[in-house]
């Protein structure tokens, strides 16, 4: 899914920052770009413009300095490189239209103005731990509409199995305790799973934490879906639900056969 698919790829990306051989880093971040739908040379001619640009208006700066200085706008780079690999991952997923104008805004201004990414690394390297508070705003967006679809799937699973419950009793009042097993386990399990929705209570409502005081006091929702539990919930709960309707449709075929035996035994005796 998105999340794991960003969270393999900033990984990644994040490991190659501490490669410092050029042959070594094409190996490795040509395929990783790859897979987010970047171009590695497209990335790295943005590189060389950003230090070329920069280093035009520093011409007398000690060697000490220059390096300290290239290796700032490298960091850069690498920030402006993951954000663009989380964008088109996203959209990999995700329709267009689902990002907002002001955060399209942040977006343009991170990709495009140094300085404005420019402060998300320094606030990195003045927090501990690092804080990337630009970069955050932009991922809580992006994750929201998965986290919207996570509460949406866990209404819709509850409702279904409590209309179908309920469809039941409409259709034909049960005619045996089997039926009956059926349409009760069917409420259940549609409670059960609306009950889930008590996930959404927590102190902090936001998926994106910098330190492990904000991640364990995130509501259990985005605890679920950081752990990507949603979906083996539900196939869970279906497969659950579909043992036990199985087994009671042959515990229902068995007690009718059982029956039928007897009362023949019963004739016949009494024949």
């Known amino acids: ?31 990783l770009l790859l897979q987010a739908g970047l171009s590695f040379d497209r990335e790295y001619s943005r590189l060389d413009n950003m230090l070329s640009s920069n280093f035009s208006q520093y011409n007398n700066l000690l060697s000490e300095t220059a390096m300290a200085f290239k290796e700032e706008i490298t960091e850069v780079w690498y920030l402006k490189i993951q954000l663009s690999a989380t964008l088109n991952t996203y959209l990999n997923y995700m329709e267009n239209d689902t990002i907002s104008e002001s955060i399209y805004s942040v977006i343009g201004r991170y990709q495009n103005d140094y300085n404005f990414a420019l402060e998300d690394l320094k606030t990195s390297k003045a927090t501990d731990p690092p804080q990337l508070p630009r970069f955050g705003q932009i991922q809580e967006a992006l994750i929201e509409p998965s986290i919207g679809n996570a509460r949406y799937i866990m209404a819709m699973c509850g409702t279904t199995f409590i209309f179908l419950a309920s469809l039941n009793l409409i259709q034909a009042w049960p005619r045996d305790r089997f039926h009956w097993a059926s349409v009760f386990s069917r409420y259940t399990m549609g409670i059960c799973m609306v009950l889930l929705l008590f996930l ?68 016949l005796a009494q024949g």
């Open 1 to 31: 899914n998105f999340l794991n698919s960003v969270d393999y790829i900033m990984a990644g990306i994040s490991k190659s920052m501490k490669i410092n051989d050029e042959a070594q880093l094409n190996a490795t971040m040509r395929p």
């Open 200 to 267: 959404n209570l927590g102190s902090v409502q936001t998926f994106v934490g910098w330190n492990n005081q904000q991640l364990d006091h995130r509501s259990g929702v985005l605890k679920w879906i950081d752990a990507t539990c949603v979906l083996p919930t539900l196939a869970l709960a279906y497969v659950i639900q579909f043992v036990i309707d199985t087994a009671l449709v042959y515990a229902a075929v068995w007690h009718s056969g059982r029956s039928a035996r007897d009362v023949e035994a019963e004739n």
